[in-house]
């Protein structure tokens, strides 16, 4: 493959906040297709959404999380799925912030180390065939659950441990177009 060289350029004023607003404790950033910049953040404003220029649109998600963990934007472009990981929920939104889906009870999580699901949540990615959803189940279960997108679970693999099929704390988790699933392990190095 051939090297290519980047140059990148910080641009410090480049979100332009509310006056008062600061980012805290940012956890995931995704573009849509028309370029708008969705920051999720442990903050006030759980999301908070720019144009490309840094332009501030909107912010929601108030009141509704707990604890933000990821933020992945669906296939088709039209929602965003978030992670929650101490709600132990997924939820699907549209790009207005719209409450479309809730997979998992909020506030009420799997034992720990019990295999189902959820406990801690951290990540989803989305099956390129089919469109089912991959759930990383980290903190408290070393899992990596599969669900349709209405919600109906199909399927768990992993348990704690280090050997081959075993997870420590499987936090992130993506595909590739042949469907392949790949898991970003923590604490297994």
Known sequence: MPQQSFTYTEQFD???????WSFHEVVD??????????VFTRGEHPM???AQDGTFLASWGEGIFTRPHGLTLAP??????????????????????ELLTTIGTPGQ???????????????IAFDPQSGDLYISDGYGNARIHKFTVDGRHLFSWGDFGVEAGQFNLPHSVCTDAQGRVYVADRENH
Do not use: M
């Open 14 to 20: 480049w979100p332009q906040l509310p006056v008062g």
């Open 29 to 38: 950033v995704v573009v849509d297709r028309q370029d708008r910049v969705y």
């Open 48 to 50: 908070i959404v720019f």
């Open 76 to 97: 088709d472009g039209n929602s965003l799925w978030c992670t929650d990981d101490e709600a132990h929920a997924i939820y699907q939104f549209s790009l207005d912030g």
């Open 109 to 123: 999580g799997a034992p720990a180390h019990s295999g189902q699901p959820f406990n801690k949540p951290t990540k």
